[in-house]
């Protein structure tokens, strides 16, 4: 507790700062989730307080961030489309998701995996960086032109004929659930049928629409509607806050831009009562826990989103961890990665369970929060206490706020996370596949892959494949690598290892010497296979020297094996020389020691290889060319 006041002052400005820097973050996030401004600004305060309070990075400030919200917009549209478009219906489903990742992220601490995330491949993380800014940026430019698809009567209409299929399907699926359903009477089902209102299937209808409308294909697909119904207040308000964002950076960097676009620009659409279209409601008061995420729990609601769930703990914990490593930079301290992901696990699900949207670690707040003086977990505490007091003192005021200002304050987001350093890298990045006469960067094939897919499919698979593609193409080098570097060459050929500069030459082709640097894996086996065919037919010994070679995982176990079955098969006597310990472990459990190889011909060093060697090789091939010709 000593050390949580130690920098009292440093850390109440620093969490003042951060959290009026937050505010506006958190509002449109929450918008751009579907979930509404509410949700963003839960997010952001319990997040910030209990990530802070239990996490391994003193001066980390957490709430909503572009990479969580957009896989959160994901999990939100599909299970609201599950439940008639109606997000009340949906939102314990949808809270339990949220849940689920936060547990998620505590046993990824608790399991140690903190460390493990360095691994993931740059390009994966680029690629699905800029996706991010792709998929914020397009969503946001129908409500920056104040289009709305589901409000859209002449858009909506066009749904009507499948609205009405939908309706009719799920009255005969109830029907074949409560038994009723029978081919002599289908009086219940018209009757049912004859309930079914006008404003029933607009709202499926709408539904459908808002759907169809929704990611970025949707938006495109859409977009030249909006552009033939602009609402031109809608956009005035959102480049106004866009020019503001941008130009009040270039004259201080002291008083975050976005708090004082949304500040002017919302001031004054409400000052000169202008006809905008206003942010949902804020509800006033405490928030209070949304217990239906217990009582109303439905395991097929979430079980196809189990993924997903997964997904977001480990893309929190990504974007949590590489933030922890700018604050060290920042601090010249260290983090502690285990305890941080507990840290966010335990804000992600406390905030899941008051309603609002998960998030991690965000750079940016981060940043002005250390520049701001904050030094220890009381500054992301401080942040989080004071968005509760904007949110209890100022809800209704938060109301008013323009829905078309958050939409500008988003464009600048989607902007800002897109990895340029990644993309200026694409031309001059080494050319190191062919795909016909055509030479790639395989790095810059992987991040395009995951834009693309990520931009225009699913965040979460995308993701998957980016690094199944990665993980294949770094084992196909690293195999080409071992093989070059493990060449197969006859000993008079290959340039030997300083010890072996006193090797008998009158058994150089008795002897045949196999080098193995690196680790013998399923990425290089198929080079190894050949040893049997590449060794000259003089030989009759086969020293393999392993001392380089500090790991071998069941594939090169059982290629090894099958080539000295072959070598012994042909006459060979086979020699290991310093047999580290993995490879050892291995070669015992499938008796390859001392059952193919006996103890007595595993040597320590090459010297005692050597001093065996000359005891009992022969030079054969100088016996055959010295014995006399019988005709």
């Not at 709408?206 to 759907?211: D, F, S, V």
């Not at 310990?581 to 190889?597: G, H, T």
């Amino acid at each position: 507790m000593k050390n949580l006041f130690s920098n009292l002052k440093g850390d109440l400005f620093g969490g003042i700062t951060a959290g009026i820097v937050a505010l506006p973050l958190a509002l449109a996030f929450g918008v751009s989730s579907g979930m509404g401004p509410s949700a963003g600004l839960y997010g952001a305060i319990f997040i910030s307080f209990f990530a802070a309070l239990f996490g391994g990075t003193s001066t980390q400030i957490s709430g909503p961030t572009a990479p969580m919200t957009a896989v959160s917009m994901v999990v939100i549209a599909g299970i609201v489309a599950l439940y008639d478009g109606s997000l009340e219906k949906a939102l314990p489903a949808i809270l339990l998701i949220f849940l689920l990742a936060g547990l998620m992220q505590i046993g990824l601490g608790l399991l140690g995996i903190g460390k493990y995330i360095r691994y993931i491949p740059y390009p994966v993380v680029s690629g699905f960086m800029t996706a991010i800014g792709v998929i914020i940026l397009v969503t946001q430019i129908l409500p920056a032109l104040g289009y709305y698809p589901k409000e859209d009567e002449e858009f909506v209409n066009q749904f009507k004929p499948m609205a009405e299929e939908i309706i009719l399907e799920n009255i005969l699926k109830e029907e074949a659930g409560e038994g009723i359903l029978v081919l002599e009477d289908f009086e219940e089902t018209i009757s049912r049928a004859g309930a079914i209102t006008e404003e029933d299937m607009m709202k499926e209808a709408r539904t459908l629409a808002q759907t169809e409308a929704s990611g970025v294909i949707g938006s495109i697909k859409v977009l030249p509607r909006a552009l033939q119904n602009i609402n031109w207040l809608e956009l005035i308000l959102a480049l106004s806050t866009i020019v503001i964002i941008y130009g009040f950076k270039r004259i201080t960097t002291a008083i975050p831009s976005a708090l004082v676009a949304l500040i002017v620009v919302s001031g004054v659409a409400y000052g000169f009562g202008l006809d905008y279209r206003p942010i949902e409601q804020i509800p006033s008061g405490f928030p209070v826990p949304n217990l239906n995420i217990f009582t109303e729990f439905e395991l097929g609601a979430i079980s196809p989103y189990v993924f997903t769930a997964l997904t977001l703990a480990l893309l929190g914990a990504i974007d949590s961890l590489l933030t922890s490593v700018v604050a060290d930079n920042m601090t010249k301290t260290k983090h502690k990665p285990n305890k941080e992901l507990i840290g966010q696990g335990i804000g992600n699900s406390i905030g899941a369970i008051f309603g609002g949207i998960p998030g991690a670690g965000a750079t940016i707040r981060t940043v002005v929060n250390i520049n701001a003086g904050g030094k220890t977990k009381l500054s992301g505490m401080v942040a989080g206490v004071l968005l509760l007091i904007i949110l209890l003192a100022l809800g209704p005021v938060a109301s008013q706020i323009p829905a078309a200002v958050l939409a500008g304050i988003l464009v600048t987001v989607g902007i800002g996370v897109m990895d340029y350093k990644g993309l200026k890298a694409i031309p001059s990045l080494p050319k190191d596949i062919s795909l016909g006469p055509i030479k790639l960067s395989s790095e810059v094939v992987i991040m395009l892959i995951v834009l693309v897919l990520s931009s225009i499919w699913n965040l979460v698979y995308a993701v998957g494949v980016g690094l199944v593609i990665a993980s294949l193409m770094f084992m196909k080098k690293m195999g080409d690598l071992t093989a070059e570097r493990s060449d197969v060459k006859p000993l008079e050929k290959e340039e030997g290892w300083a010890d072996e500069a006193n090797f008998p030459q009158n058994l150089k082709e008795e002897v045949f010497i196999k080098h193995l640097k690196g680790p013998l894996f399923f990425g290089s086996t198929s080079e190894f296979q050949q040893l049997a065919d590449q060794i000259p037919r003089t030989a009759s010994t086969v020293i393999i020297r392993m001392g380089r070679m500090q790991y071998m995982d069941q594939s090169g176990l059982y290629t090894l094996e099958d080539v000295l079955i072959d070598l012994k098969k042909s006459g060979m006597n086979i020699l290991l020389v310093n047999v580290l310990p993995q490879p050892r472990y291995m070669m015992e459990r499938v008796n390859v020691i001392p059952k193919l190889i006996p103890e007595e011909h595993i040597f320590t060093d090459f010297d005692q290889c050597l001093a065996w060697v000359k005891e009992n090789v022969k030079d054969r091939h100088k016996a055959i060319e010295s014995a006399p010709v019988i005709e």
